[in-house]
């Protein structure tokens, strides 16, 4: 083989087309830093800062006891897999069986699945923006075409039915969303849902893939409203949850979804071929936490809203900055861009990308440029963090802004 070959050449076209996750590469580039050295404050990954609660850790020491060693079924357990049933009907009024439950290795993985499983090449996927990174990249790899629509700050970042009808065509196949939010916080009220819902039902070849994995996370006095709830739409929403972010479980991997039978049994086919059942000892500690006593993700549900509150109230204190208030999930997602354009006679930053990196290096603060989630004049800071941390980290931005002209 010759040297000169690159060696990105030699992979498939699927994966040289994909971006990097501009959020785990963020956060490679802090502990670069941090390696050297350098006191970095990594305000970039999206993950609870707390420990798995004491019941569920026993729950899994328990199942490695009782022998749970082998390979698990391939949708999750029986006994799993009607305890989620069961959390739907309690948590968010969608009736669903055992049967239509699939657990998969993470809401990420969920996600995937369910897009392989639905959109065909060419086929249309509708995005609300700003959006999760990989929601546009999993389309991508589905060989599908992902159709971003944006929500304006003006409406704290939320995208409208009527924005919907509009981008709707003979192609569209998904429409994709979260609520609470990853990046922006932002929680779809029951009355948006409701009239997004009215355009979905008008079209019988459209799904909706709905990402509920901040659902404990959310400060409204409304509280969660599942989409998947309402009835004329229900056998065409699949409903996506998981562990990670309610119960800080990130690391158990495991996620699952809702939805019709066929397209549960899609998913299944589908995961059966790609990575068989999910761990079984991260099953059994699931089962111990939707079971359990729900004291834990309230308590640090309270925990993040006090922390939002914190972090955007300094964040306001910056010059330039424009700052929503986040309705759910442990982000802030500040407008930075008064910044384009200016310099601090080294680095000129031209966009939310060189904002990011030239933070990094400058006050040594890690965040993460909003370009990877669709809006590129804003910038994701996770406040996922200790008080001193964030407290210590805002300074630093602030501090760090003013030697820019």
């Known amino acids: ?73 391939v949708a999750g357990y029986a006994d799993l897999r009607k305890a989620i049933a069961d959390k739907f009907k309690r948590d968010n009024n969608i009736d669903w069986k ?70 709707i065509t003979g192609r569209t196949r998904v429409v994709m969303f979260a609520s609470p939010n990853n990046p922006t916080g932002s929680v779809y009220t029951e009355a948006e849902l409701r009239a997004i819902g009215k355009v979905i039902e008008k079209y019988e070849h459209i799904f909706v893939l709905a990402d509920e994995i901040y659902e404990y996370i959310n400060f409204t006095s409304e509280g969660h409203f599942s989409i998947g709830s309402i009835p004329e739409i ?16 990130t690391g158990w991997r495991l996620g699952y979804i809702g939805a019709e039978k066929w397209i549960a049994e899609g998913v299944e086919k589908l995961q059966g071929q790609v990575t068989s059942g999910t761990s079984s000892i991260s099953q059994r500690a699931a089962l111990a936490a939707i079971n359990g006593p729900q004291d834990a993700p309230k308590e640090m549900s309270e925990a993040y809203q006090r922390r939002r509150d914190l972090v955007v109230g300094l964040l306001k204190d910056i010059p330039g900055f424009k ?54 004049d804003c910038i994701r800071i996770s406040t996922a963090a200790s008080d001193e941390n964030l407290i210590e980290a805002c300074r630093r931005i602030k501090e760090a802004v003013a030697k820019l002209c």
């Not at 897009?115 to 389309?139: D, K, T």
């Not at 003006?154 to 009527?162: I, M």
């Not at 861009?337 to 939310?352: E, L, M, P, R, V």
Request: net charge negative.
């Open 1 to 73: 083989m010759s040297a000169v070959v690159e060696t990105a050449s030699l992979l498939a076209d699927r994966i040289n087309a994909l971006e990097e996750s501009s959020t785990l590469a963020m956060t490679k580039k802090a502990r670069e830093l941090a390696a050297k050295g350098h006191k970095v404050i990594s305000l970039s990954v999206g993950e609870p800062d707390f420990k798995t609660p004491k019941h569920i850790c026993d729950a899994a020491k328990q199942a490695i006891d009782e022998g749970y060693h082998g390979y698990s079924p």
């Open 234 to 249: 229900k056998e065409r929403v699949i409903t996506v949850n998981g562990m990670a972010k309610g119960y800080a479980m």
């Open 323 to 376: 700052v929503n208030v986040p309705q759910g999930a442990f982000y802030a997602f500040p407008d930075v861009s008064h910044y384009f354009g200016k310099t601090d006679g080294n680095t000129a930053i031209n966009n939310s990308d060189d904002f990011c990196l030239w933070l990094l290096n400058e006050a040594y603060v890690a965040t993460v440029a909003g370009s990877g989630f669709g809006a590129p």
């Open 98 to 167: 055992p049967e239509n439950i699939v657990v998969s290795t993470g809401a990420k993985h969920s996600l995937a699945n369910v897009i392989q499983v639905l959109v065909n090449p060419g086929e249309e996927v509708v995005i609300f923006a700003p959006y999760w990174v990989s929601y546009s990249e999993m389309v991508k790899l589905a060989e599908g075409k992902s159709i971003v629509l944006e929500g304006s700050f003006e409406n704290d970042f939320k995208v409208t039915a009527e924005q919907l009808e509009e981008a």
